[in-house]
């Protein structure tokens, strides 16, 4: 047996030793407010990013399958060799306008654009440039950081603890030496359901003549007055100098992810970043499926409505219950349990209660605050929401 196969089995083992090991559930049907899983049956889904229920909304599908069937399945290539689809032009002028950006380009999934965006700054700003991140931000933003140190050995980076401004102001002030900095943040931090406070961050940003970048994966369709994201809920929609954020989320559900800002930054992301330069583009029926779910999103604001007020019927009705939830204009919401042999037990329970909610231990989140993470969509109806907070009681 070849040696590399033993470490194999044995991280194998270290996870199910821990308790770690994650049992991936296979569906049955597709995905929306109530679905079905093998061994178990009927549930109501509690768990997914489909905010705004478009993942199998009949408009986006067909959307999907109109654009595959003219299109073709893909480029068969990447873009640089042999080219870009109009899909992908309208896609990305759609996104850029959601943005409040002058222009945008797409990536297989969001994971791809902080990994392209992270590192191609950061090897553009030479011996002088410094990341600084929030230090709950989304893996990707984390592993964007790590590749641009080692792309670029004299690049720098700091994190400023959760949403504290006067850290990351203090951070800013001792870089002043940094020619180029720049700050990035999640728009919704994705296991607290908190928000950045984007209005402050800019100010920062602007003060101290950094680059700021949002990922706003979990905020966009969700937040603001007219679900354009937590630039808009914080009223600095259009002064943020780059987005990123996933079209597997609110925006259709499917796959990809985006980089919106200035013209001159997208084109250096065409030219230089290494996932677009080395990687297949955005496939037909994403791209269309997630160009028909914006124009449902900026059609009329009757998702974003409904999913706040089922999001404030869940709060409320998790709270009379006895259960601990955070305000906030996110569709996340955890429920602390502490330890996270509780998490798990308690998630294991409501799937027998029909309600697919996962609990997330440590090291997904730190030692002693595991939770369960409730995510409320626009596609839940009153009585999907009540048969889930009997479940709730029941627990
Ligand atoms: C904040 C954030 N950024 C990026 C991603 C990655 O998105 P994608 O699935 O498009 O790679 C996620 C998904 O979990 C996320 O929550």
């Given at each position: 047996?070849?040696?590399?196969?033993?470490?194999?089995?044995?991280?194998?083992?270290?996870?199910?030793?821990?308790?770690?090991?994650?049992?991936i559930k296979n569906l049955t049907r597709p995905m929306g407010p109530v679905s079905a899983i093998e061994g178990i049956g009927e549930v109501i889904v509690?768990c997914s990013?489909d905010?705004?229920?478009?993942a199998n909304?009949?408009?986006?599908?067909?959307?999907?399958?109109?654009?595959?069937?003219?299109?073709?399945?893909?480029?068969?290539?990447?873009?640089?060799?042999?080219?870009?689809?109009?899909?992908?032009?309208?896609?990305?002028?759609?996104?850029?306008?959601?943005?409040?950006?002058?222009?945008?380009?797409?990536?297989?999934?969001?994971?791809?654009?902080?990994?392209?965006?992270?590192?191609?700054?950061?090897?553009?700003?030479?011996?002088?440039?410094?990341?600084?991140?929030?230090?709950?931000?989304?893996?990707?933003?984390?592993?964007?950081?790590?590749?641009?140190?080692?792309?670029?050995?004299?690049?720098?980076?700091?994190?400023?603890?959760?949403?504290?401004?006067?850290?990351?102001?203090?951070?800013?002030?001792?870089?002043?030496?940094?020619?180029?900095?720049?700050?990035?943040?999640?728009?919704?931090?994705?296991?607290?359901?908190?928000?950045?406070?984007?209005?402050?961050?800019?100010?920062?940003?602007?003060?101290?003549?950094?680059?700021?970048?949002?990922?706003?994966?979990?905020?966009?369709?969700?937040?603001?007055?007219?679900?354009?994201?937590?630039?808009?809920?914080?009223?600095?929609?259009?002064?943020?100098?780059?987005?990123?954020?996933?079209?597997?989320?609110?925006?259709?559900g499917?796959?990809?992810?985006?980089?919106?800002?200035?013209?001159?930054?997208?084109?250096?992301?065409?030219?230089?970043?290494?996932?677009?330069?080395?990687?297949?583009?955005?496939?037909?029926?994403?791209?269309?499926?997630?160009?028909?779910?914006?124009?449902?999103?900026?059609?009329?604001?009757?998702?974003?409505?409904?999913?706040?007020?089922?999001?404030?019927?869940?709060?409320?009705?998790?709270?009379?219950?006895?259960?601990?939830?955070?305000?906030?204009?996110?569709?996340?919401?955890?429920?602390?349990?502490?330890?996270?042999?509780?998490?798990?037990?308690?998630?294991?329970?409501?799937l027998?209660?029909?309600?697919f909610?996962?609990?997330?231990?440590?090291?997904?989140?730190?030692?002693?605050?595991?939770?369960?993470?409730?995510?409320?969509?626009?596609?839940?109806?009153?009585?999907?929401?009540?048969?889930?907070?009997?479940?709730?009681?029941?627990?």
């Open positions: 047996m070849k040696s590399l196969w033993k470490a194999v089995n044995q991280e194998l083992a270290n996870l199910t030793n821990a308790g770690q090991f994650k049992n509690l990013n905010y705004l229920g478009l909304d009949p408009e986006v599908v067909d959307a999907a399958l109109a654009c595959q069937k003219k299109w073709g399945a893909g480029t068969a290539s990447v873009r640089f060799i042999c080219g870009t689809f109009d899909y992908h032009r309208e896609l990305e002028a759609a996104v850029a306008k959601l943005s409040g950006c002058e222009a945008a380009t797409t990536y297989v999934s969001c994971w791809n654009a902080n990994e392209a965006v992270l590192p191609t700054l950061m090897a553009a700003g030479g011996d002088s440039v410094m990341a600084i991140s929030d230090e709950l931000n989304h893996a990707s933003i984390i592993d964007g950081i790590r590749l641009g140190r080692q792309i670029n050995k004299q690049s720098k980076s700091k994190v400023y603890k959760h949403s504290d401004m006067d850290n990351l102001e203090a951070l800013l002030k001792a870089s002043s030496d940094i020619e180029y900095k720049l700050v990035v943040t999640d728009g919704v931090f994705s296991m607290e359901g908190d928000i950045a406070d984007l209005a402050r961050i800019v100010e920062l940003c602007n003060e101290h003549d950094a680059l700021l970048i949002v990922d706003d994966s979990h905020g966009v369709g969700v937040c603001g007055p007219t679900g354009k994201g937590v630039a808009e809920h914080c009223g600095v929609h259009g002064q943020i100098d780059c987005m990123t954020g996933t079209l597997g989320k609110a925006l259709g499917a796959a990809g992810g985006y980089i919106a800002s200035s013209r001159k930054l997208i084109e250096l992301m065409e030219q230089k970043s290494r996932p677009q330069l080395f990687s297949n583009a955005v496939p037909s029926a994403t791209a269309g499926a997630a160009t028909k779910a914006i124009e449902i999103l900026t059609r009329d604001n009757k998702r974003v409505e409904k999913l706040r007020e089922n999001v404030h019927y869940m709060r409320e009705g998790l709270k009379s219950r006895g259960f601990e939830t955070v305000e906030g204009p996110s569709a996340i919401t955890p429920i602390i349990l502490g330890e996270t042999s509780k998490a798990i037990a308690a998630s294991k329970r409501l027998e209660l029909g309600v909610v996962i609990g997330f231990g440590y090291p997904v989140v730190p030692e002693g605050s595991a939770r369960l993470r409730v995510q409320i969509s626009a596609a839940h109806e009153t009585e999907h929401l009540d048969r889930a907070l009997e479940a709730f009681s029941q627990l």
